[in-house]
């Protein structure tokens, strides 16, 4: 059974960076598809970026509001997988979750796909 825990998260100013980590115990990152949610209070739980392929090809696809800000990474020999946040804004301020899925799917940005979840980091900006 995969486990995912999420790290990096805490307090900012706008305009500073925040490096998020998912990191899988009890296998490995050779899920397909792995995504990172973000969930504001009252609000749904949305889709940020993901990392979908296999192997060693992964491409990355983004939320519009996060393009040229966020950028998703793997790192394999740490069964990780990285959420590098840049010039972050205080509309950022969420829950950050990592969600994982065995097989591919064109539809990574509907969270229903995912067979595994972390526990979730708070990122909070300050104006």
């Known amino acids: 059974q995969v486990q995912l825990e999420e790290s990096g998260g805490g307090l900012v100013q706008a305009g500073d960076s925040l490096r998020l980590s998912c990191a899988a115990s009890?296998?490995?990152?050779?899920?397909?598809?792995v995504a990172w949610f973000r969930q504001a209070p009252g609000k749904e739980r949305e889709f940020v970026a993901a990392s979908v392929g296999s192997g060693y090809s992964f491409y990355g696809y983004y939320e519009d509001s996060v393009k040229g800000r966020f950028t998703i990474s793997r790192d394999n020999a740490k069964s990780a997988v990285n959420l590098q946040m840049n010039s972050l804004k205080p509309e950022d301020t969420a829950a950050y979750y990592c969600?994982?899925?065995?097989?591919?799917?064109?539809?990574?940005?509907?969270?229903?796909?995912?067979?595994?979840w972390g526990q979730g980091t708070q990122v909070t900006v300050s104006s």
């Open positions: 009890g296998g490995t990152f050779s899920s397909r598809v």
């Open positions: 969600a994982a899925r065995s097989s591919l799917s064109s539809s990574f940005r509907n969270p229903t796909i995912y067979d595994y």
